[in-house]
C-alpha cells in the first residue's frame, strides 16, 4: 500500500494570504487527486494533478484559484490563493495505486482569518 | 450527474450486525468503494466492488447490485472502535477515474 504526507498538517493564515500545501508519497502512483473536506460533510474533489501538465479541475474550482503541480510520480503541491474564512477547511491528498485502491493522506487543516 | 445517497446516522449495539445502505445514480460506473473515517482523521480504504455480489473481508462485508444501483457495507460483531464515517464512493470512467463520494454515515456504537 502507498503511504501518503502532507505538509502542513495545520495552519492559521490572514485573509489574502496564500498556502502551498506538499503532498508525498512513498512510492510511484499512477493518479494524485486534491479532495476538499468541509467540518462534518464529505470529501469534495478539487482537481485531478497531471504529471506534467494542467491539473484537470472540477466544476467550481479553477486553476488560478486552486494552482497545482506535480512533477513527478510522487509528488504533488496545492496552493490555496487569495484565502478567505470560506477556504477553511481540510485538504486532503489522494492517491491510486492500481484498480482497486486508493490512498488519503492525513489531511490539512486550515483555518483562515 | 452523480447522486450518491447514504443514511446520515445510525445507531448500533456492541456485538450486534449493522447494515449501511448506499444508492448512486451516476454517469457510468466503474466500481464502488468503502472507507471508514474517524473524526480528525483521513480516509481508511475498506473495500472495492465492481462486479455484482458480496465481498468478505473479515468484520465487513460489502455487497452490490449494479442493475439496482445499490451497495451495502455489512459490519458484523461491532466494537466501540467501529464509531466512525462510513463513506460511499463511485468511480466512473474517464477524467482520470474520479472517485465521487457521498455524504456519509455516521455510526455510533454503544454499549
Known amino acids: 500500500s502507498a503511504v501518503i504526507s502532507q505538509k502542513p498538517s495545520r495552519d492559521i493564515c490572514q485573509r489574502g494570504t496564500s498556502l502551498t500545501i506538499q503532498c508525498q508519497v512513498d512510492?510511484?502512483?499512477?493518479?494524485m487527486f486534491w479532495y476538499r473536506q468541509q467540518p462534518g460533510q464529505s470529501l469534495t474533489l478539487i482537481a485531478t494533478a497531471n504529471q506534467g501538465s494542467e491539473a484537470t479541475y472540477e466544476s467550481g474550482f479553477v486553476i488560478d484559484k486552486f494552482p497545482i503541480s506535480r512533477p513527478n510520480l510522487t509528488f504533488s503541491t496545492l496552493t490555496v490563493s487569495n484565502m478567505s474564512p470560506e477556504d477553511s477547511s481540510i485538504y486532503l491528498c489522494s492517491a491510486r495505486q492500481g484498480r482497486e485502491t486508493q490512498y488519503f493522506g492525513p489531511g490539512t487543516r486550515l483555518l483562515v482569518l | 450527474g452523480q447522486n450518491i445517497d447514504q443514511p446520515t446516522e445510525m445507531t448500533a449495539t456492541e456485538g450486534a450486525i449493522v447494515q449501511i445502505n448506499c444508492t448512486y445514480q451516476?454517469?457510468?460506473?466503474?466500481?464502488l468503494f468503502w472507507y471508514q473515517q474517524h473524526a480528525g482523521e483521513a480516509p481508511t480504504f475498506l473495500s472495492y466492488n465492481v462486479l455484482d455480489g458480496l465481498e468478505e473481508k473479515g468484520r465487513f462485508s460489502s455487497f452490490l447490485s449494479r442493475s439496482k444501483g445499490y451497495s451495502y457495507l455489512l459490519l458484523k460483531e461491532l466494537q466501540m472502535k467501529d464509531s466512525a464515517s462510513y463513506l460511499c464512493a463511485v468511480r466512473s470512467p474517464g477524467g482520470g477515474n474520479k472517485l465521487t463520494f457521498g455524504t456519509g454515515t455516521q455510526l455510533k456504537v454503544e454499549l
Open positions: 451516476t454517469s457510468g460506473f466503474n466500481g
Open positions: 512510492s510511484q502512483v499512477t493518479m
